[in-house]
């Protein structure tokens, strides 16, 4: 019974590629983010949501573009991988930012 | 521009013993702060926080403390037990803007 899911957990693709990856809590929580772990450990947000809106984006390229259908959901698109977007994505959620978040567990994504 | 750091990456205590981990930031207008623990393959999980207007949490064998003229904040574990093995991520907040700058992390590691 995950709190917050993202799927897939790895991903291994060519650079080029479109993929996307797919996250849902069910904690009933207002705000959703996508945070980036690079190599160097830094755990860095890209964007939030809040209610399918967003409120955040990062200075993040145009490749990635976060989609929530609705506030349980929300998905990262990115097209034409890139080496260096091979990295730790996670998925978050929170009522409230103050020690609210929780976040899922993870998808290792590995441009090749 | 690292506005949230954690300069030792890894720290080897003895089970029974205290854990000190340590945490500094630049930005003073950070006013919540927070740590997190992580397990491997595992999204990191909320463990306690402090208010800016605090100098101590505690929470169990868990306490933070906060030196706001030092903009240093530490997360002490007593006693340390094997399970606490993990990286641990300190996190900061600014006036509630749904954006956690997080540190690198240090990986804690207690020895039976």
């Known amino acids: 019974d995950t709190a917050v899911s993202q799927t897939p957990k790895y991903l291994v693709t060519q650079m080029g590629n479109d993929k996307s990856i797919k996250c849902e809590q069910n904690?009933?929580?207002?705000?959703m983010y996508w945070y980036k772990q690079d190599s160097k450990k830094f755990l860095k947000i890209m964007f939030s949501?809040?209610?399918?809106?967003?409120?955040i984006n990062e200075t993040v390229p145009n490749r990635f573009s976060p989609k929530s259908p609705d506030k349980a959901h929300l998905n990262l698109h990115i097209n034409s991988l890139e080496l260096g977007d091979s990295a730790v994505y996670f998925c978050?959620?929170?009522?409230?930012?103050?020690?609210?978040?929780?976040f899922g567990s993870g998808t290792r994504l590995t441009v090749v | 521009d690292q506005q949230v750091k954690q300069n030792s990456p890894s720290l080897s205590v003895q089970e029974g013993r205290i854990s000190i981990l340590n945490c500094d930031y630049t930005?003073?207008?950070?006013?919540?702060f927070l740590w997190y623990k992580k397990y491997p393959a595992e999204g990191p999980t909320f463990l306690i926080s402090?208010?800016?207007?605090?100098d101590k949490n505690e929470d169990g064998r868990f306490t933070v403390f906060l030196n706001k003229s030092a903009k240093h904040l530490s997360l002490h574990i007593v006693p340390s037990q094997p399970g606490d093995s993990a990286v641990y991520f300190c996190?900061?907040?600014?006036?509630?803007?749904?954006?956690?700058?997080f540190g690198k992390g240090t990986k804690l590691t207690v020895n039976p």
């Open positions: 978050a959620s929170s009522r409230l930012v103050n020690g609210g978040y929780t």
């Open positions: 904690l009933g929580h207002d705000t």
């Open positions: 949501y809040n209610n399918k809106e967003l409120i």
């Open positions: 930005n003073s207008m950070f006013d919540y």
């Open positions: 402090i208010s800016s207007i605090k």
């Open positions: 996190a900061a907040d600014q006036g509630g803007s749904e954006k956690l700058v």
